[in-house]
């Protein structure tokens, strides 16, 4: 068991159910952005039998990275059908990860009690940032490690998370996810507990065609697969239309080369 639904704020439910859609081919998608998740691992730098956090887990890419280098990881996610993928893609791994349901604003942990915490486009979207900041600070020990994976603002990612919301024709989040790529705003988050280091970063991702990307998006991306349940027929043909559009313009003589800029963010717990 990973946990109960009580263990996700009542506000968070919907993106739960949302992210859960992707289930196991959301594995897909972090595929298509391991370089920058290894990234972030190495800049978080585990160390063999320290302990540490991956937050918004998702599939468990970034959790397998870290117990690759020695390090005793335990992976949290509000969604059930990720974690489910997540045990599954990692049985085999050595030391052995645990993963449990649990919702980034209320980390069910004790005080200082992990050495690192990472999270890979995961933190990044809960919906009351300073609380998910503050959780973040507070299970890291002393001397600890932080390290965070995050889309910039006005970058690629940015620019396709608005085709998306045009589509869906929803109201944009109170506070946007792209403020954890904005230095001034992740100090104003962590500065309190973290003495913070930027680096950014861009990810490179190869797909045969717009075609081609289309289906791995609406096969594993929670958000995609949400709007498309959402749409009639002419919908969804226009929705892939303006996907297709945009990324037809990272097209090679070899196919799609898509560039997703992103910032690391170090921190070191006081």
Known sequence: ???????????????????????????EIS???????????????????????????????TARNAAAMGAEVT?????????????DLSAHVRPPIT?????????PFADACFDGVISTFGVMFAADQVNAAAELGRVCKPGGRLSLATWVPGGAVAEFFGIVAG????????????????????????GRDFDLQFERGTNNAYYEDADDIWEW?????????????????????????????YHRHYATDCGLHVKRD?????????
């Open 75 to 87: 992976g949290v996610d509000i969604s059930a059908g990720l974690l489910q993928a997540a045990e």
């Open 99 to 107: 993963y449990r349901l649990a919702d980034a604003e209320r980390l």
């Open 217 to 245: 998006f609406a096969r594993g991306f929670g958000p995609v697969r949400e709007l498309l349940g959402h749409l009639g027929s002419a919908e969804r043909e226009a929705f892939k239309s303006d996907a297709d559009a």
């Open 1 to 27: 068991m990973h946990g109960t639904s009580q263990s996700i704020l009542a506000h968070n439910e919907a993106a739960a159910r949302m992210w859960s859609e992707g289930g196991h081919a959301y594995n």
């Open 167 to 190: 589509h869906a024709k929803t109201p944009p989040p109170d506070a946007s996810p792209l403020v954890w790529g904005d230095p001034d705003q992740v100090r104003r988050l962590l």
């Open 31 to 61: 595929f298509g952005i391991s370089d920058a998740l290894a990234h972030a691992v190495q800049r978080l730098h585990p160390e063999p039998g320290q302990k540490i956090l991956d937050v918004a887990t998702g599939t468990g890419w």
């Open 262 to 270: 992103y910032l690391i963010v170090i921190g070191g717990r006081r």
